[in-house]
């Protein structure tokens, strides 16, 4: 009898799919956690670049002097004791004993007023402290003093900023050159970046730190005991988000950090993901004037930027889920914080009113000319929000010229100073989030010293000077107190138009548990049972 | 046949001149800053003129482009703007991962179109041939990410056979890193089926039409030895160079697939690198690609000697 000559290729197919099939994709081990991050890790100096990215790197290998609990309050961390003088001028801060870097070196005084040097070339709050700085002075290898010669109240709070943290670094580390990236990413934090396993573009790799002495206290936001219970974090750079969405449903990954709020339903029906909000501040997006210019180079036209605003339109075209988003906020400093405030915020009140935004822009010379709008092609969000202002813009009688770019030519064009008719621009849209922007000082956005401005040289002095003033005030209570006035300031000179509030929430698979409602996503007391 | 190679080598260095100088025009002339995106969104603009300084991205077109020209001539393609590691490095950890998907893709694409061209072409005009056609502008019509999806969707979501993305290296054993290449492998490999099951279908018409076909029949040869061992060999020419062109473009990178699979391959490195104009990065992925695109036509020029002894001995 002839064998079916199919019969053995066939046969060899079905025995091909048995072996695949009994080789289930390899599984990590149980205390890895494989993360998908809002982008790739590519520069792992957290004072050379601002990227959330690399800061939520430096929340894993670096820790802090201070750090915020959930009622934003500064408490201590690497610290084990401070004092401040009466006159608060003088802080001494006393380390707390044990603690090393990854190498097994000591953690020393020296090594954190480096670290406070190199931290403070670049931060607003660390500039404000060099302004005000008299000296840094080392009493003992576990002790030093910050010596100012005139008041500034934030000492602390700046300490523990969570946006862009003082993370503490070993001296020789913290004294490159402040033009030139640290390429050692020694720190004294609960995990240890595996460099040798970081391929930028594809994988990053932490490993659990066995020397860590965390606090005794329950981890409280980002204060308190750092507990880390897994041996290994991998970050995996996925660019493509439905790819991360079957890959968590599959269970091929464990995290997603920043699931596209279009997915959050899809996820939330999957009894084995679950999604949650650890931050109640959440994300502000505003419209930021170009100041240099006109129209937006008279008040008016700024404030006729807020008649325009409609949040809750404006956040479903961003958002689209109503539980994802506030329908209206009324404040520069972030609502659900301990500086919201309605002061001063009439205009926003009560909806749009392009009528009376046409009145604004006339009183401030506008006769028609093109306003050139910066409109970001690959930034989905951005470019939701910018098409329902520029519909906003024409209903207010603006001519507008858009400008069709991708995110990393506005990057460009935004800083320069051009005319906007040559090169330069009138509006762009871009978001912020956290702590730093709930306070008037920290929210770069909001501060107004002109040439010093971020771009769009926001310039008010009278503004700076309330802010000046709020961040000389030691006392918390009094500070609070001096909020309504700089925010009542801020909406008379328009820094930016607040255009809504919106959260980003976090998805992982639910055998993950320990995730801490910390507002920046971080990796201690995280567990996979 | 060696002045062959040697005329071939030497062509290659010029092409690679000419497309370093309009790469790095194009890409320091077009808009984009990269100081700016390292400095993110919070910095000033006395940081971004800090880092573009210590970059030397302030200093004159010229002296960048000597100094780069200057380099490459002692095989160093420079470091990347953002993460400081050199240029050869990160291609380097892309290589295999771009080569496995290249290899496993093209044997997919072979293993389908050969057969299926070469059944079209024994069938010319009836309905196998035509459904074979169907076929094949089908799978050249579906975008690579929807035949991606879909098959990520049904393999590895539904029936749990093969793993959603990502890459294995082959040393951490073979059936690990094989999973992960048969659906990326697949979904390429769909199109390149087509255009070769076309090509394919083309030549073997073609050459099934010669006298010395009518002469191998007439002698009583067997249809499979009148299809493999004649026309194939004839039509081979065209069909190599439609694969090796293949080849060079697969080497290339594919930036879809890698995007849709995870897969850390040359083309995600090269997308990266333009968004956020990492100029090191992207003048050195263009230059070693055009540099593997010649080599792979030189090696299609002299495999041609195997299929037709007449080019041999030309």
Not at chain 1, 185 to 200: H, N, R, V
Not at chain 1, 347 to 352: D, T, V
Request: glycine letters at 6%; aromatic letters at 10%; proline letters at 7%.
């Amino acid at each position: 009898m002839t064998i079916h000559r199919f019969a053995r290729p066939i046969a060899a197919l079905l025995l091909a799919a048995g072996v695949l099939a009994a080789s289930a994709p390899a599984q990590a081990s149980d205390k890895t956690l494989r993360a998908v991050v809002n982008a790739d890790l590519k520069i792992i100096d957290p004072t050379w670049s601002t990227a959330y990215v690399t800061i939520r790197h430096g929340y894993l290998v670096y820790d802090t002097l201070f750090a915020l609990n959930s009622k934003y309050e500064p408490k201590p961390q690497m610290v084990d004791a401070y004092a401040v003088s009466p006159d608060s001028l003088t802080y001494t801060f006393t380390l707390r004993a044990g603690m090393k870097w990854h190498d097994g070196a000591p953690v020393t005084a020296a090594d954190c007023v480096a670290s406070l040097k190199r931290w403070a070339i670049r931060n607003a709050m660390g500039q404000q402290i060099t302004k005000a700085l008299d000296a840094y002075e080392i009493v003992d290898p576990l002790t030093f003093r910050i010596k100012l010669k005139s008041p500034f109240g934030l000492v602390l709070e700046a300490l523990a900023g969570a946006e862009q943290p003082a993370f503490m670094m070993p001296q020789r580390i913290a004294e490159t050159p402040p033009d030139k990236q640290i390429t050692d990413p020694i720190g004294s934090g609960p995990f240890i970046l595996k460099k040798d396993e970081w391929k930028p573009g594809n994988k990053t790799v932490y490993v659990r730190n066995p020397d860590y002495i965390p606090r005794k206290e329950p981890p409280d936001y980002l204060s308190g005991g750092k507990i880390a219970k897994l041996d290994r974090v991998e970050w995996l750079y996925i660019n493509d988000a439905n790819t991360v969405l079957a890959a968590l449903q599959a269970g091929e990954i464990d995290y997603f950090e920043a699931p596209p709020l279009e997915f959050v339903d899809v996820m939330k029906r999957d009894p084995n993901i679950t999604v949650l909000k650890i931050d109640k501040l959440g994300v502000t997006m505003m419209l930021r004037p170009n100041s240099l210019f006109p129209p937006f180079n008279n008040y008016k036209a700024r404030q006729a930027l807020l008649y325009l605003v409609n949040q809750d339109q404006i956040m479903q075209a961003v958002v689209g889920n109503p539980d994802l988003y506030l329908k209206f906020c009324p404040t520069y400093f972030m609502c659900n914080s301990a500086n919201a405030t309605e002061a001063g915020a009439d205009a926003l009140k009560g909806g749009p009113n392009y009528d009376k935004a046409r009145t604004l822009l006339k009183e401030a010379g506008y006769n028609g000319e093109p306003v050139t709008v910066l409109y970001p092609t690959d930034r989905a969000q951005y470019a939701a929000a910018t098409t329902v202002i520029i519909e906003a813009l024409r209903k207010a009688g603006v001519n507008v010229d858009i400008q069709s770019l991708d995110w990393a030519t506005i990057t460009a064009r935004r800083t320069k100073k051009d005319p906007p008719d040559k090169g330069g621009w009138n509006l762009f849209i871009t978001s912020a989030g956290g702590p730093d922007v709930a306070a008037p000082l920290s929210n770069i956005w909001f501060v107004s010293p002109c040439a010093q401005a971020n771009v769009g040289w926001a310039c008010d002095d009278e503004l700076t000077k309330l802010i000046e003033a709020w961040a000389r005030e030691p006392d918390r209570d009094k500070r609070h107190a001096m909020i309504d006035a700089i925010q009542t300031r801020g909406f008379i000179s328009v820094p930016y138009a607040p255009l809504g509030q919106f959260f980003q929430p976090i998805a992982f698979r639910s055998n993950i548990k320990g995730v801490l409602l910390s507002g920046v996503p971080v990796y201690w007391n995280i567990e996979k049972q | 046949m060696m002045t062959f190679v040697l005329r071939k080598l030497g062509s290659t260095i010029v092409v690679m001149l000419v497309v370093a100088v309009i790469v790095f025009l194009l890409i320091h002339l077009s808009p984009g800053d990269p100081a700016a995106i390292i400095a993110g969104d919070r910095a000033n603009l006395d940081d971004i003129a800090q880092i573009r300084q210590s970059l030397g991205l302030d200093q004159p077109l010229a002296y960048q482009f000597a100094l780069w020209l200057v380099r490459l001539l002692h095989g160093d393609l420079g470091i990347s703007l953002f993460t400081r590691l050199p240029v050869t490095d990160l291609v380097g950890q892309r290589i295999e991962p771009t080569l496995a998907l290249a290899a496993v893709t093209m044997i997919f694409a072979v293993a389908m179109a050969l057969p299926l061209g070469i059944l079209a072409a024994w069938k010319v005009g009836t309905l196998i041939d035509r459904a074979i056609m169907a076929l094949a502008i089908v799978a050249f019509s579906f975008p690579i990410f929807i035949i991606g999806y879909g098959l990520v969707y049904g393999f590895a979501l539904t029936w749990r056979l093969l793993p959603v993305q990502g890459y294995t290296e082959l040393a951490r054993g073979f059936w690990p890193f094989l999973q992960h290449l048969i659906l990326p492998g697949l979904t390429l490999g769909l199109v390149f089926m087509a255009l070769l099951t076309r090509m394919t279908r083309a030549t073997m018409i073609e050459v099934l039409g010669e006298d010395y076909i009518r002469t191998a029949r007439a002698k009583g040869l067997g249809t499979s030895a009148v299809l493999l061992r004649h026309a194939l060999k004839n039509a081979a020419v065209p069909i190599v160079t439609t694969i090796g062109t293949g080849i060079a473009l697969l080497i290339g990178g594919v930036v879809v697939t890698e995007s849709v699979f995870a897969i850390p391959g040359v083309g995600r490195l090269t997308i990266d690198a333009v968004t956020q104009r990492d100029y090191p990065v992207i003048q050195g992925v263009i230059l070693l690609s055009s540099f593997a695109y010649v080599l792979v036509n030189l090696m299609i020029d002299l495999s041609y000697g195997l299929f037709d002894p007449r080019i041999r001995t030309t």
